[in-house]
């Protein structure tokens, strides 16, 4: 077997198992409507009885859900695959832990994507949203998608079978983030410290890019927002595959 | 020939705890090795570290001539796997967890069906092929576990206690199957605390214990080296609760009580009988059953994990 015939063989293995995800974790009903109406009731929380128009918030609420989607079950793959003794099969098959994990990362990027489409639509048709920004708002949309399934796979690492220990490490780490990211305010409109912490998530370059493409009002430009999401990405894929190889023997 | 696997100074350590202690032992091609072991030996680390699943701390493994650490990808394609703590996708059916299994081992499209359906009839699980499999029994799923590891056509097999909690059907299935395999050219890895699963099935079989290779060999080679677990089985009429005078006896190594039996382990079972045949004429006795046993494998198996402290019987 050639170098080649090896790589094709890993890249059909992702492909195998994004498709095992999304039949077992995502292509669910409580699954699906979870991601759309969490992303749709935070809106209402922060729309109802403020005075701004509706429209404003399309990119914080597109942002939301590629964030909340994208990132929602990636964390419980790995424990609940532990648990349920299908890893120790999946880990026997010849494919390496990294072309594993790009498969739950592909799922999610997936899943993230066809989601977000709602809340785009509804900006759109609902509240008339121009996009002005095509590219940019495509872009914006795989990198994100791509970033926060990264990021879902790297909270699953802790060596745990328990899934809602990982649903409680994921609240954790990503809740604050939608309030520190001018999705519902601007991040030029933050106090300084609000500004400085907004620099260390990637759900403010996401909702920035969003800006650009949807309504030309923005705080970054476009070339560090991708930067910075590419930084990201990469920054979740190192950790996130180094933590799961170091931390396999102790799930077996 | 090369052997199928070949395990050199193999050790596995968690922490302080060395699971795996250096060890070292080839399988032949075409062979059904057993790997014999009470709980906690370290059967299954060691399956898992020649199926790839875990690195070695230290030592080196050989499958089917690939390197372990270098060349587990090519190697992982040669082998069919179905390990102890396995369990089949429960939100796909039979079916689906056949063609994911197949896809991941680079089984070609159209060869998926063929042999996914060729499995699923042998098996007898192809009408409820398309069923969920949460609804399975633990037979089953098991069946289907070896489906999984058999679709791509594996040159060797590695089973972790493949029988376990199954019913007499399926565990008989499984074992004719495993026979069937082998006579196909099959090398068979057989992990199992299941001594007479081993007994039946092996040609060779290796004992460990904490993590250490007691003994490698058939298990009539085993039975022969262990002569000292002959046993004579007696039940006298009247019954006769007088243990002590059996335990008295010369040539007697040790006397089990077993129901209305005795059973006295010696390496001399002629003496034994003479030495019995005396007692019952003294004491006003008469024979109700007088058996001389061989050593069961069972026998050897308790022998080697009992006394193994450090002792290494390796006939190879």
């Keep these: 077997m050639t170098k080649s015939s090896r790589i094709n063989s890993e890249l059909k293995g992702v492909w195998a198992i994004a498709r095992k995800d999304m039949r077992i974790y995502y292509l669910k009903p409580p699954v699906l409507i979870y991601g759309i109406m969490i992303p749709f009731f935070l809106f209402l929380?922060?729309?109802?009885?403020?005075?701004?128009?509706?429209?404003?918030?399309?990119?914080?609420?597109?942002?939301?859900?590629?964030?909340?989607?994208?990132?929602?079950?990636?964390?419980?793959?790995?424990?609940?695959?532990?648990?349920?003794?299908?890893?120790?099969?999946?880990?026997?098959?010849?494919?390496?832990?990294?072309?594993?994990?790009?498969?739950?990362?592909?799922?999610?990027?997936?899943?993230g994507i066809i989601i977000s489409l709602v809340p785009l639509l509804l900006g759109v048709l609902g509240f008339g949203v121009n996009v002005i920004n095509y590219?940019?708002?495509?872009?914006?949309?795989?990198?994100?998608?791509?970033?926060?399934?990264?990021?879902?796979?790297?909270?699953?690492?802790?060596?745990?079978?328990?899934?809602s220990n990982i649903m409680m490490l994921s609240t954790i780490i990503r809740l604050p983030m939608v309030f520190i990211s001018g999705v519902f305010i601007p991040v030029d409109q933050l106090p300084t410290g609000g500004r400085i912490v907004a620099l260390f998530s990637p759900l403010t370059y996401t909702t920035d890019l969003l800006r650009h493409s949807l309504q030309q009002h923005h705080h970054?430009?476009?070339?560090?927002?991708?930067?910075?999401?590419?930084?990201?990405?990469?920054?979740?894929?190192?950790?996130?595959m180094g933590f799961h190889k170091k931390s396999l023997s102790k799930r077996l | 020939m090369n052997p199928a696997i070949e395990v050199e100074n193999l050790a596995k350590s968690y922490g302080k705890l060395l699971a795996v202690?250096?060890?070292?032992?080839?399988?032949?091609?075409?062979?059904?090795?057993?790997?014999?072991?009470?709980?906690?030996?370290?059967?299954?680390t060691t399956q898992r570290i020649l199926t790839g699943v875990l690195e070695p701390t230290e030592g080196r493994v050989f499958v089917m001539d690939y390197d372990m650490q270098k060349g587990g990808f090519y190697a992982k394609r040669l082998m069919g796997v179905v390990p102890e703590f396995a369990n089949v996708y429960i939100d796909l059916g039979a079916w689906?967890?056949?063609?994911?299994?197949?896809?991941?081992?680079?089984?070609?499209?159209?060869?998926?069906?063929?042999r996914a359906t060729e499995l699923l009839e042998m098996f007898k699980l192809y009408e409820r092929r398309n069923e969920n499999t949460k609804y399975f029994s633990?037979?089953?799923?098991?069946?289907?576990?070896?489906?999984?590891?058999?679709?791509?056509?594996?040159?060797?097999?590695?089973?972790?206690?493949?029988?376990t909690g199954l019913d007499v059907q399926s565990a008989r299935l499984i074992r004719d199957l495993v026979r069937k395999l082998n006579e196909g050219g099959v090398t068979v890895f057989l992990t199992t605390h299941n001594i007479e699963e081993a007994n039946l099935l092996c040609d060779?079989?290796?004992?460990?214990?904490?993590?250490?290779?007691?003994?490698?060999?058939?298990?009539e080679n085993l039975k022969k080296a262990f002569q000292s677990v002959q046993s004579v089985e007696v039940a006298f009429a009247p019954p006769f609760e007088r243990i002590d005078l059996l335990e008295k006896l010369s040539c007697v190594n040790e006397v089990k009580k077993l129901g209305d039996k005795y059973r006295l382990y010696t390496d001399e079972p002629s003496e034994v009988v003479n030495k019995l045949t005396d007692l019952t004429r003294s004491n006003n006795l008469k024979f109700l059953t007088l058996n001389v046993l061989g050593p069961s494998l069972e026998d050897v198996f308790v022998?080697?994990?009992?006394?193994?402290?450090?002792w290494n019987y390796d006939k190879e």
Excluded at chain 1, 89 to 104: E, H, K, M, T, V
Excluded at chain 1, 136 to 147: D, E, G, P, R, Y
Excluded at chain 1, 220 to 240: N, W
């Design chain 1, 45 to 111: 929380a922060f729309a109802l009885g403020r005075d701004v128009p509706s429209a404003s918030l399309v990119p914080g609420m597109i942002g939301i859900t590629l964030f909340f989607t994208a990132s929602s079950v990636g964390p419980i793959i790995v424990p609940w695959e532990t648990r349920m003794k299908t890893l120790e099969r999946l880990i026997a098959c010849p494919i390496s832990i990294q072309s594993i994990i790009l498969g739950d990362i592909l799922a999610g990027f997936l899943f």
């Design chain 1, 135 to 163: 590219y940019t708002l495509s872009l914006c949309i795989l990198l994100s998608a791509f970033c926060f399934s990264s990021l879902g796979i790297l909270l699953s690492a802790p060596p745990t079978d328990n899934p």
């Design chain 2, 138 to 163: 633990k037979g089953m799923k098991q069946r289907l576990l070896l489906c999984m590891a058999l679709v791509h056509q594996p040159q060797i097999l590695f089973l972790d206690e493949p029988t």
């Design chain 2, 204 to 219: 060779r079989i290796a004992v460990i214990d904490h993590g250490k290779i007691a003994a490698i060999d058939s298990p």
């Design chain 2, 96 to 114: 689906e967890n056949l063609m994911l299994m197949a896809e991941l081992y680079g089984v070609p499209r159209q060869r998926r069906k063929e």
């Design chain 1, 220 to 240: 970054y430009q476009i070339a560090l927002d991708v930067l910075m999401l590419l930084a990201f990405i990469i920054l979740f894929l190192i950790l996130g």
């Design chain 2, 303 to 310: 022998k080697i994990t009992e006394e193994h402290k450090g």
């Design chain 2, 21 to 44: 202690d250096h060890i070292s032992f080839q399988v032949k091609r075409g062979e059904i090795f057993g790997f014999l072991g009470p709980n906690g030996a370290g059967k299954t």
